[in-house]
């Protein structure tokens, strides 16, 4: 940008444009930016007060410096009524006066300010045009493909973007490689990210495998089954609860598919080191409870509804397998139940 060429930058605004899928006036906001800075770089210091204006008819830029009028300046954009007189002679105390400078060209460093000024408010504006875009897909499943694979995040082209997929969201034990195409949940867009707007992805998450479900499962689009509850531990294990209001209807079945292929088109997606429990879900607190913790016997209940408490009362040979390895299985029931249990042997 040394020996800057204003009207060359102005015939590149609609190719970048074309290019970043930004609009004109974006790109010539970051044009005037990075003018700014050069500006600043070369005549002035980078607290100061400074815009640029292009000139798409003529091909020319100025820039516009601006000074408050005080008494007596203590700051870098302060200056006397005295002085802004000789810019401004209707200049008033307490005021703002502009003072104008014609842009023409930089030195080599104030150039290189300019460029990265340039390259940062384009990404600025690419990452907010991106997550407007994306915007209405949250809580969708979206397909992209890795791009990166850092030490705690997973970075994916989807087309339009780029998403990131933190270490917290990621499958633990899954290995994706550069090139690999996938699909995730998109979770959230982070918009006070210090880099602008960040898609936030997600494979870890319970709503990824309720949507997962959805995809093989055309009865919960008409209605005749539905999902009431979802317990994840990414990687080990799902608890699903499933109805139906008829008792026509086998609604753990309908989720299962023939074969089982419903269940282990899920299952191909997440893994199979991922066990998934499919449920029934009962309206009856003790019977939904028991079903929860499938696959132990269980040989009573105690339910306190108000503060959402069951003791569960087991064999001895059963106690290992209600609790599950680590307390696993005793755990997602909880989650899917949103009881509290207890597990006790008689």
């Known amino acids: 940008m040394e020996g800057l060429d204003i009207k060359q930058m102005i015939t590149m605004v609609h190719s970048i444009a074309d290019e970043k899928n930004l609009s004109e006036d974006e790109v010539m906001q970051a044009v005037e930016a ?8 070369d005549n002035g210091t980078r607290e100061m007060n400074v815009r640029a204006e292009l000139n798409r008819e003529d091909g020319t830029a100025k820039v516009i410096v601006h000074y408050d009028v005080v008494e007596t300046p203590e700051g870098i954009g302060q200056i006397t009524l005295e002085e802004a007189k ?5 200049a008033l105390l307490g005021g703002v006066i502009e003072q104008e400078f014609e842009a023409k060209s930089f ?31 949250i809580g969708k499943i979206i397909t992209g493909t890795v791009i990166r694979v850092e030490s705690r995040v997973i970075r994916l082209d989807l087309g339009h973007g780029e998403g990131i997929m933190p270490g917290s969201e990621q499958i633990p034990g899954e290995h994706l490689v550069t090139g690999s195409r996938i699909r995730a949940l998109l979770k959230n867009i982070d918009r006070d990210s210090n880099r602008g707007p960040t898609i936030i992805l997600s494979r870890a998450d319970a709503q990824f495998v309720k949507l997962l479900f959805l995809q093989e499962v055309p009865e919960i689009e ?3 089954v539905e999902i009431k509850a979802i317990a994840r531990e990414a990687g080990r294990r799902t608890k ?38 499919i449920i029934t879900y009962d309206h009856d607190i003790r019977n939904y409870i028991a079903n929860a913790l499938s696959p132990a016997e269980i040989s009573r209940i105690d ?10 009362y087991v064999t001895e040979a059963q106690q290992s397998v209600a609790i599950g390895r680590q307390g696993q ?18």
């Open 34 to 41: 990075a003018i700014a800075a050069a500006w600043r770089r």
């Open 86 to 90: 000789k810019i401004d002679k209707k």
């Open 107 to 137: 030195g080599r460093v104030a150039a290189q300010t300019a460029k990265q000024v340039l390259l940062q408010k384009l990404r600025e504006f690419e990452r907010e045009t991106m997550a407007n875009e994306y915007g209405n897909k």
């Open 222 to 224: 008409t209605g005749t």
């Open 240 to 277: 699903i609860a499933v109805y139906s209001s008829s008792s026509d209807i086998d609604p753990v079945g309908t989720f299962v598919g023939t074969k089982g292929v419903r269940v282990q088109a899920v299952m191909n997606e997440i893994g199979d080191t991922e066990k998934i429990d």
């Open 303 to 312: 339910v306190n509804e108000s503060d959402k408490t069951a003791t569960v």
């Open 329 to 346: 299985n005793v755990r997602l029931a909880s989650q899917l139940t949103g009881y509290d249990i207890d597990i006790v042997t008689e």
